[in-house]
């Protein structure tokens, strides 16, 4: 499913945290959403998710505002997920992947059937963690962790996956899976998956886009080799840096100095 947004203007009180924001994902695309700290990436994840509604503005998916549906009708087409959850939460891991059908039961099914286990139990082959279904969240690592969230996701069975930093807290093994995953998911399922990620090689290397936003503007849009430019990444990030591109892997970002 295509998404737009348009002019989205979002305020903590007196805050502005997004300026007029506008962009599109085309149904299939991994887009990665990068700028430093305080940049507003999360909140616009979050606006386009429907946690926080936008003083102005609006997401469109497929040409229907988000706005204008009912919570659970949300829910069937757009997935959120942060990067962490509490891990001393009593629960195992197939009983919170199952939440996630919440979505798809009516007045009529209130409690999962087997067509949802089914689901969440694909869910969790297609990770690689159907061995841990019977393990407690507080007992598994933190790689395996965001493979659980992701299943999550996945099982909510949406067409578009909201995902706010896939790879923090991960080593450089995990990292690369994820993201791996998430790339696989794009083109095998064409589900439309967008990203805030802080690791700039990362996002230039599994996406087909990136959006950088700065003090809550986009200030480019486009192919990692648009994107991420010396020019861009120093005013944006305050650093100077070499960006060389590597024959096979993409674009790799050498920091210099601070300014």
Known sequence: MKVKVLGVEFYYDSLKV?????????EGELVSIIGPNGA????LLKCIARILKPRKGAVYVDGVSLWSLKPREAARIVAYAETSIVPEFQLTVLDYVLTARYPHTNPVKLWEDYRDIEIVEQALRELGIA???????????SGELQ?????????QEPKVLLIDEPTAFLDLKYRLEVMEILRKLSKEKNLTIIVAIHDLELAARYSDKLILIHKGKIVAAGSPRTVLTPE?????YGVKVDVIEHFKHGLIIVPLEPL
């Open 40 to 43: 507003g990436k999360t909140t």
């Open 147 to 155: 493979r659980v969230i992701l299943a999550r996701i996945i099982a």
């Open 232 to 236: 861009n990444i120093e005013k944006t």
């Open 18 to 26: 997004l300026d007029n924001v506008e962009f599109e994902v085309n």
């Open 131 to 141: 061995h841990l279904a019977n393990r407690k969240l507080g007992q598994i690592s």
